[in-house]
Nanobody, 117 residues
Framework: QGQLVESGGGLVQAGGSLRLSCAAS????????MGWYRQAPGKQRELVAV???????NYADSVKGRFTISRDNAKITVYLQMNNLKPEDTAVYYC???????????WGQGTQVTVSS
């Protein structure tokens, strides 16, 4: 089965930066899109950013201009560079991959990002 391994979360002060990484195992093929979602306590999981196979990107309005998503196709890895972090960015961040003809969803285990004021 496909696996996603995340890294890079942590505690940072407001205004700081973090970089999240998510590596997909080689058993996941025909990737259509890779992205990041987040879920804060008491809230629904929401899309943060996504990047397609050909490099198109989409961002939540709340992170535009501060976060940048990128991918390394050779390493099957997606990154999320988060700058100018705010306390409201505090959440568990989940890596997501959609692959194959049926756009099967794969999820990472989640990584905690905490931004202190």
């Amino acid at each position: 089965q496909g696996q996603l391994v995340e890294s890079g979360g942590g505690l940072v002060q407001a205004g700081g930066s973090l970089r999240l990484s998510c590596a997909a195992s080689g058993s996941i093929s025909s990737i259509n899109a890779m992205g990041w979602y987040r879920q804060a306590p008491g809230k629904q999981r929401e899309l943060v950013a996504v990047i397609t196979r050909v490099g198109f990107t989409n961002y939540a309005d709340s992170v535009k201009g501060r976060f940048t998503i990128s991918r390394d196709n050779a390493k099957i890895t997606v990154y999320l560079q988060m700058n100018n972090l705010k306390p409201e960015d505090t959440a568990v961040y989940y890596c997501n991959v959609r692959a194959g003809v049926y756009n099967v969803n794969y999820w990472g285990q989640g990584t905690q990002v905490t931004v202190s004021s």
